[in-house]
Structure formats: structure tokens, C-alpha cells
């Protein structure tokens, strides 16, 4: 109680620092008075003097023009390239998307080792690590996590000084396992459409290269759900 009172305390202070400048700002450009330190009335003078400059004005609609013209340029770039990559062959269509996506991956040797090397001295174990092309998620399980929660994300920091870190709790997850996977077409369709119509939202999908299994990641509380309604579309329904 007193972790999530002080975790909403910092975003707080975060939210302050961030915006409190800005409203500051904001409340000071209607202030007749010309020194900060005394409030002298309301006045919209300064925003009157402000459209009758004509070198700042003039900067303003240069501004406006170049932004019109550049968001243009974009979206008819974007979308002419969108259409040609659509109509490429697989081949030609994987190779460019790999080149467009290598700014995007982590070119840091020994990422994942280092942060798995952290769990392992604190002695905690990983349940599942699914990761993307820029992204490294671990799954821990939070009872084990909790007590030295404060140890394992200044590790990490100070191993690979990551981007961006984000904690999520109250999360579990559901390996769905079937040698006749492989041969099956629409069994992961399957899956979600059951999960779907149960009303359940999926926060994390992974399947391994053998695609011998799916795994879904679900809210703590949707499990039980989620366990029945797979087992009712491919066992009972048998769809």
C-alpha cells in the first residue's frame, strides 16, 4: 500500500515538474504587468502586440508552411512506399523490411546476458522471455520478484543502461501444446476467437519456432476464464 502511495506520489511530482513551467507560462501572458514577480490585472495587450509584429507573424506563417508541406510530403511518400512494399514478392518485401528495421534492433552484445546475469545474482529465476526486435520482456514470478524488486532494476540500469523499463503485475501465462499444431491450419485464430468471445484481452502472444505451442499472456484475474474457454472450443466444441 505504502509503494503504490509513494509510486503515485513521484508520477505526481513527474506531472508537476513537467507542466507546471508551462501553465506558469500560460497564466503570466495574460498579466498586465511587465515584471513576473506582480500580477497587474488581466489584459490580452500582449497577445494583441504579439499578431501586430510583423517579423513574428511572417515566422509563424513560414512555420505553417513548412509544416503543411512536410507532413504532405510524408504521407505521399509513406503511402506510395506502403503500396510498393505491398506489392512486392515475399522475397523482395522481406529483405526491405529487415534493412528499414535494423535501426530499430539492438545492436548491444551481450544485452540479454547481462540483464538475465542480474536475476541470477539476486537468485531469481525467469518463467518465459519473449522479445521483440528492440524490446526484451522477462517474465518473473512476483512473489519471488517483490522482495528484491529495488536490487534487480538498479542491476539493470547499471548493466545496460536500458531506454526504458516497465513494470506490470498481476499477469499469468497459458501454453497451449499440441504436436498436431504444425499440420493445423487456424489454431491460433482459434484461440483468440475463443478468448475474444470470453471477453478476455490478450497482453502478450508468443509461439517457439517448433510450433508446437502458443502462449498467451492474460490478467491474473482472466485465467480461470481464459483455461475454460480454450478448453470448451477445442475440446467440447471441438471447432
Same mark, same amino acid.
Given at each position: 500500500?505504502?509503494?503504490?502511495?509513494?509510486?503515485?506520489?513521484?508520477?505526481?511530482?513527474?506531472? /508537476?515538474? *513537467?507542466?507546471?513551467?508551462?501553465?506558469?507560462?500560460?497564466?503570466?501572458?495574460?498579466?498586465?504587468?511587465? %515584471?513576473?514577480?506582480?500580477?497587474?490585472?488581466?489584459?490580452?495587450?500582449?497577445?494583441?502586440?504579439?499578431?501586430?509584429?510583423?517579423?513574428?507573424? +511572417?515566422?509563424?506563417?513560414?512555420?505553417?508552411? @513548412?509544416?503543411?508541406? +512536410?507532413?504532405? #510530403? #510524408? %504521407?505521399?511518400?509513406?503511402?506510395?512506399? !506502403?503500396?510498393?512494399?505491398?506489392?512486392?514478392?515475399?522475397?523482395?518485401? %522481406? *529483405?526491405?523490411?529487415?534493412?528499414?528495421?535494423?535501426?530499430?534492433?539492438?545492436a548491444e552484445i551481450g544485452f540479454g546476458r547481462k540483464v538475465l546475469q542480474v536475476l541470477e545474482e539476486q537468485g531469481i529465476s525467469f518463467e518465459h522471455i519473449p522479445s521483440g526486435i528492440d524490446t526484451m520482456t522477462i517474465y518473473i514470478h512476483q512473489d519471488e520478484f517483490a522482495e528484491k524488486e529495488q536490487q534487480v532494476i538498479s542491476g539493470i540500469h547499471r548493466a545496460v543502461n536500458p531506454d526504458y523499463m516497465e513494470l506490470?503485475?498481476?499477469?499469468?501465462?497459458? !501454453? $497451449?501444446?499440441?504436436?498436431?499444431?504444425? +499440420?493445423?491450419?487456424?489454431?491460433?485464430?482459434?484461440?483468440?476467437?475463443?478468448?475474444?468471445?470470453?471477453?478476455?484481452?490478450?497482453?502478450? $502472444? =508468443?509461439?517457439?519456432?517448433?510450433?508446437?505451442?502458443? @502462449?498467451?499472456?492474460?490478467? =491474473?484475474? =482472466?485465467?480461470?476464464?481464459? /483455461?475454460?474457454?480454450?478448453? =470448451?472450443?477445442?475440446?467440447? !466444441?471441438?471447432?
Amino acid at each position: 500500500m505504502i509503494k503504490k502511495s509513494l509510486q503515485k506520489l513521484y508520477l505526481a511530482l513527474i506531472f /508537476i515538474i *513537467l507542466y507546471a513551467p508551462i501553465v506558469t507560462l500560460m497564466v503570466l501572458s495574460f498579466n498586465q504587468s511587465k %515584471t513576473r514577480s506582480k500580477w497587474g490585472g488581466f489584459t490580452l495587450k500582449w497577445y494583441k502586440e504579439l499578431f501586430q509584429n510583423e517579423q513574428i507573424m +511572417s515566422a509563424f506563417y513560414t512555420t505553417l508552411i @513548412i509544416a503543411f508541406l +512536410s507532413a504532405a #510530403a #510524408a %504521407t505521399v511518400i509513406g503511402t506510395a512506399a !506502403a503500396i510498393a512494399i505491398q506489392g512486392m514478392k515475399n522475397r523482395w518485401r %522481406t *529483405l526491405y523490411m529487415g534493412v528499414t528495421n535494423i535501426p530499430m534492433m539492438n545492436a548491444e552484445i551481450g544485452f540479454g546476458r547481462k540483464v538475465l546475469q542480474v536475476l541470477e545474482e539476486q537468485g531469481i529465476s525467469f518463467e518465459h522471455i519473449p522479445s521483440g526486435i528492440d524490446t526484451m520482456t522477462i517474465y518473473i514470478h512476483q512473489d519471488e520478484f517483490a522482495e528484491k524488486e529495488q536490487q534487480v532494476i538498479s542491476g539493470i540500469h547499471r548493466a545496460v543502461n536500458p531506454d526504458y523499463m516497465e513494470l506490470e503485475t498481476d499477469l499469468a501465462l497459458i !501454453a $497451449i501444446v499440441g504436436r498436431g499444431m504444425r +499440420s493445423n491450419r487456424g489454431t491460433a485464430a482459434r484461440i483468440f476467437a475463443a478468448l475474444a468471445h470470453a471477453n478476455i484481452n490478450v497482453r502478450m $502472444i =508468443d509461439q517457439g519456432s517448433s510450433e508446437l505451442n502458443v @502462449i498467451v499472456g492474460v490478467k =491474473d484475474e =482472466d485465467f480461470e476464464p481464459a /483455461i475454460r474457454a480454450i478448453y =470448451d472450443i477445442f475440446v467440447l !466444441a471441438q471447432v
